[in-house]
């Protein structure tokens, strides 16, 4: 994670830090004071509160520090949204592709969704690739893009594409 990410893109960072990390983060990145900082941590070693939870609020705390209030709350929601909620980003970018066949791992090069073909299939083997909400593992796919539909790719948990054509 760096400081010039998107909200977005911070938030998802610091949620996906290790909870034994939490308390270190609170002390160096944020402007809490040390004797909160310190509650939080017994909380943490007591079980007595979620880290998930505390976590949520140490990410809006750094979000807001770069980003302002609105933008950390806006960020909250939209992780909220796709992780808690399983549903699509708001805003997934979009790729103009001419209609046609593709292979799946030429798909995935050419929207920048895997760097390379190994990359590519990698991905589909692990699972790690949906198609239209789809788990899709076989790498020698062939898809089909048809004018006026559009066809939602994701790769891990965080990354979206939308295919039109």
Known sequence: MYLNESAENMFGGIMAQPDENIPQLF???TYIPLDE?????KQL??????????????AKEIVKIYHG???????????????????????IDAVELPEGEYNILDLLVKTKM?????????LVLQG???INGQ???????????????ETI?????RKFIKIQS
Not at 37 to 41: F, G, P, S, Y
Not at 69 to 91: G, N
Not at 135 to 149: A, C, L, R, S, Y
Not at 153 to 157: L, N, T, V
């Open 45 to 58: 070693e007591k079980g007595s509160v979620n880290p998930r939870d505390i976590k949520a609020d140490l």
């Open 69 to 91: 209030e609105k933008t950390a709350q806006k960020a909250e929601k939209e992780f909220d949204r796709v992780f808690k909620e399983k549903e699509l980003p708001s805003e």
């Open 114 to 122: 895997a760097p390379s073909k190994a990359e590519a299939k990698r």
């Open 153 to 157: 790719i994701q790769s891990g948990k």
């Open 128 to 130: 790690a690739i949906k």
């Open 135 to 149: 788990v899709e593992k076989d790498w020698q796919k062939n898809m089909e893009t048809v004018k006026g539909q």
């Open 37 to 41: 900082i310190e509650k939080i941590k």
């Open 27 to 29: 002390t160096d990145c």
